[in-house]
């Protein structure tokens, strides 16, 4: 069983910025990929940025630029730098894992993230 275990979140001003973490509980050097989701209330849990194996990142359109995934793997730790921030960035933010030969994913429980002034 994996352990995702995010933090970093909290209440900013429109325009502030963020770092999310999210520590794995085993070394994340075999992952396929990593990536951070939210949800807003009564909204779908949507993708936000993934990083795969090789490094290669992915964002939603409406963080391109803004939002920066990166990886230490010595730390197993996953990053989501969150650059001016806008009201409707507020979510709850979710890590998600997938690792080779697993029969599943893995999710954290989530950290909040409020964007208000």
């Known amino acids: 069983q994996v352990q995702l275990v995010e933090s970093g979140g909290g209440l900013v001003q429109p325009g502030g910025s963020l770092r999310l973490s999210c520590a794995a509980s085993?070394?994340?050097?075999?992952?396929?990929?990593m990536g951070w989701y939210r949800q807003a209330p009564g909204n779908q849990r949507e993708l936000v940025a993934t990083?795969?194996?090789?490094?290669?990142?992915n964002y939603a359109d409406s963080v391109k630029g803004r939002f920066t995934i990166s990886r230490d793997n010595a730390k197993n730790t996953v990053y989501l730098q969150m650059n001016s921030l806008k009201p409707e960035d507020t979510a709850v933010y979710y890590c998600?894992?997938?690792?080779?030969?697993?029969?599943?994913?893995?999710w954290g429980r989530g950290t909040q993230v409020t964007v208000s002034s």
């Open positions: 990083i795969t194996s090789g490094a290669s990142t």
């Open positions: 085993r070394s994340i050097f075999s992952i396929v990929a």
């Open positions: 998600n894992a997938v690792f080779h030969g697993a029969t599943k994913d893995y």
